[in-house]
Nanobody
Framework: QVQLVESGGGLVPAGGSLVLSCAAS????????MGWFRQAPGKEREFVAA??????????MYADSEKGRFTISGDNAKSTVYLQMNSLKPEDTAVYYC????????????????WGQGTQVTVSS
């Protein structure tokens, strides 16, 4: 079982920045995918970014729409992943969820096995 705890959400004006953190605990293994999704009211959960983690490498992947504004990074020793979000827009407002899946997980929510409780990000115009 894996537990995920997100933090760092909040209210920020358009153009501002936030850093989200997600700490994993439990039997996570040595190769896995850990990433972020978001869900706005009335919309489906969508992929934001993830890191494919193995003992030797970290390979980030991003949703095309967020590439350049968001940066995902991680600390494997702490099983923690961070999402640096810059130039935030009102349309980035959503609940952001951390998720963990197998190393070959991709951009679909169904490919991930464990989820955090979510953290609210609100961008004011």
């Amino acid at each position: 079982q894996v537990q995920l705890v997100e933090s760092g959400g909040g209210l920020v004006p358009a153009g501002g920045s936030l850093v989200l953190s997600c700490a994993a605990s439990g039997r996570i293994g040595s190769s896995y995918c850990m990433g972020w999704f978001r869900q706005a009211p009335g919309k489906e959960r969508e992929f934001v970014a993830a890191i494919l983690w193995s003992e030797a490498t970290q390979q980030p992947m991003y949703a095309d729409s967020e590439k350049g504004r968001f940066t995902i990074s991680g600390d494997n020793a702490k099983s923690t992943v961070y999402l640096q979000m810059n130039s935030l827009k009102p349309e980035d407002t959503a609940v952001y969820y951390c998720a963990v899946g197998r190393y070959d997980s991709g951009r679909e929510p169904g490919e991930y096995d464990y989820w955090g409780q979510g953290t609210q990000v609100t961008v004011s115009s």
